[in-house]
């Protein structure tokens, strides 16, 4: 069957200043499939991803999310989990999902509660007093609460406790069976996430050293840990 | 949900956020600490009522310092330049805090026009300004009739007589370029895009609107010390034309920035 990409980077180059994030970057990554965008700090996956919600303008190249351009106005098809990000402090829990029943679309509420609920986070709780697991909890159900088309979860891993992870990683693979969707998650918890990538691509300064398919490179190289390591050490 | 549902919700958030009173680790709704809350703040403007009483009742040359207060802070000139200064802190304030919060990639990545984004903090930083307004003016009213009550033979009571007046004066003046104030504290997103003008630009404005002020006595009627019996209506208007006009340039400049040159 053949793989359809609903997002494509072509000879995309971006710099800040006069450091390169992206260097003529052409990738494409397939619809209704979760991909795994690794490579090593200031690769340019972050960039990547604040591309596509269009926090971020290339200096030159041509991007494509589902053959629109990225700007705000496609965003309410678009689930961001910034870098970092944190939600609003003075919410609870349960003001924030009712928060984002309102400023989301497509935001299921029951969902939300149901996943709020099985990932143990206290409807009463006060934002600025969870745990920086917690938070993390709250930020993921945030995106996967929302029936859109595209998933952008970076750094969903960073800084949290192992339980916590499982919890992200079993969400995100309910998430796919109630409603496929395009994910695509960047991070460095190579281990915790390769399990649950369908596609893997890899970049470098910039651009792309390497990108297939998950499971032919697990049966290839043994993980996709083994294949990172092979590149970047 | 409608533009006007996600507005007011988006104005709702943005009030809190710029909370700058707020402890963050208020515990909130809790019905018991709402109340505490009310009785510190109860306690605090009895004591502060009573030491003042107190001060009052025993000098005469505090009485009369008292009213010389009382009587700056209630000119035209002196309250007009705090009220309208207060809403541009708000605004700047609440857009600072969504970078220094961590929460810019939510607010930012939202699929709604910059416009609304700003409107919604425009908007939340007008209706905090009404509130501190009419504190403003209840405190400084109370503190008027405290005194008229206490001293009414003090040098000088006469002049905290027309300060209802002049108070309600100055509050529809504040109101009335509140906006222009308010849509200037949007450029702080000039601060977080490539164009990095803020502090060349808000003096060159500051000074601007001042000298403009200065150089039409049509402007300069407005802040004068009777206008408040005399009001100069076509001034007023004036003025408000004025605030609208700029108001609506500098809104637009601020949501074309934030589109276009913000970047995360």
Redesign the interface.
Known sequence: MEMEYGIEFKNVTKAYKKKLALDHLTVSIPTGQITGLLGPNGAGKSTLL?ML?????QDEGIISVFGQSPS?????E?A?L???????????VAEALA?A?????AFDLDLARKMADSMDLDPAA?I??LSKGLEARLNLI?CLARRVRLILLDEPFSGIDLVSRDKITQNIIDSMLDLPKTIIICTHEIHEAESIFDHVIFLDKGQMVLAGNAEQLRAEKGSIESVYRQLFQ | MSTSSVFWTLVHNDSRLGSTFRLENHSKGKFSDIAASFLAFGLFFALAALLLGFGLHSSDLFSERFVVILNLISSNGVALFFLAFIPFSFTLEMLQREWKNGTVGWWLSLPYSRKLLLAAKSMAGFLRFIKILLIFVIITAFLTTLTIYLKPDVGNIALLHDIPQRLLYSSVIAILVSPLFLILGTLAVLEKSKIRLLPIFLPAFALGIIGVILLSSRLRAVFSSDAYLFPPWLSILLIFAISTGLSTLIFFFATNVLEHKVEL
């Open positions: 604040k919600v269009g926090l971020v303008h705000w106005r496609n965003n309410g678009i961001y910034p870098d970092r990000g944190r939600w609003y402090g003075l919410q609870t928060y029943e309102v400023i989301f679309p006060q600025s007093t945030l």
